[in-house]
């Protein structure tokens, strides 16, 4: 029998050659922006608020986010790495083709946001609010999403490798098709209909069996 676990499949950023090479330390992020085709390391966006920015092609390393809106985001073919996007809002953000890798994601807001062709990869969520998203073609591998908000979400072929979960609140998101067997979902808060469907290991099993009101006798 074979039990590995099957993921989706995850289109990588596309960036034009040689950008890891050329680095800049500074940008100018204002309303109706487009930032394009660039590699900005070490720097710490200022700006509180913004409207209507895009960012295309775009490689940030060690930039800090912490805090900022962006209203009407739009994001494709970009990576974030060694980032600090704690507290950040990108509600109703369109991101596609994007990596997160090695970030500080703590308490940041993706509600109603649309993620496609998205990988996160150690990356500490707590808190992360991710309610009322769509969400397609996603990886999240070894991440921590402790006391996070995942409510009334839509998820197609979506991923979990080691990730945790643990007191998370998930109802209203269906979990049909997904394998959660190596995530951790301690005391998370999700429904009977939510995790119908679900791939899980014998441990999980048993806690979730609670959700239908079974008692395992030993």
């Known amino acids: 029998m074979n ?22 330390n500074i940008i100018d992020v204002e309303d109706e922006c487009i930032i394009n085709d660039i590699h900005i390391s070490d720097y ?12 295309e092609g775009v490689i940030f390393n060690k930039v800090d986010f912490t ?24 509600t109703g953000a369109i991101i596609h083709r994007t990596e997160f890798i090695n970030c500080k994601i703590m ?6 946001a649309t993620l496609q062709n998205v990988y996160m990869d150690n990356c500490n969520g707590k808190f992360i609010l991710i309610n009322y998203a769509q969400i397609k073609n996603t990886i999240l591998s070894d991440c921590i999403f402790e ?17 945790n979960f643990i007191s998370s609140q998930m109802s209203g998101t269906s979990l049909c098709g997904i394998d959660l067997s190596s995530s ?22 048993v ?12």
């Open 3 to 24: 039990n590995k676990q099957v993921l989706p499949k995850v289109i990588k950023p596309k960036f034009i050659k040689g950008i890891e090479q050329i680095s800049m």
């Open 184 to 205: 951790d979902f301690e005391r998370v808060g999700i429904g009977p209909e939510d995790i119908r469907g679900a791939v899980v290991s014998p441990v999980q099993a």
């Open 107 to 112: 308490g940041l807001n993706l509600n109603g």
């Open 44 to 55: 710490k966006v200022e700006t509180e608020e913004v409207n209507k920015v895009t960012f």
């Open 207 to 218: 806690d979730f069996s609670k959700l239908f009101g079974l008692i395992i006798k030993a």
């Open 67 to 90: 805090g900022i809106t962006f209203n009407g985001l739009d994001i494709t073919n970009v990576r974030f790495q060694n980032c600090d996007l704690s507290n950040a809002d990108f």
């Open 147 to 163: 006391n996070s908000n995942i409510q009334h979400s839509k998820l197609e072929k979506v991923g979990f490798i080691k990730c």
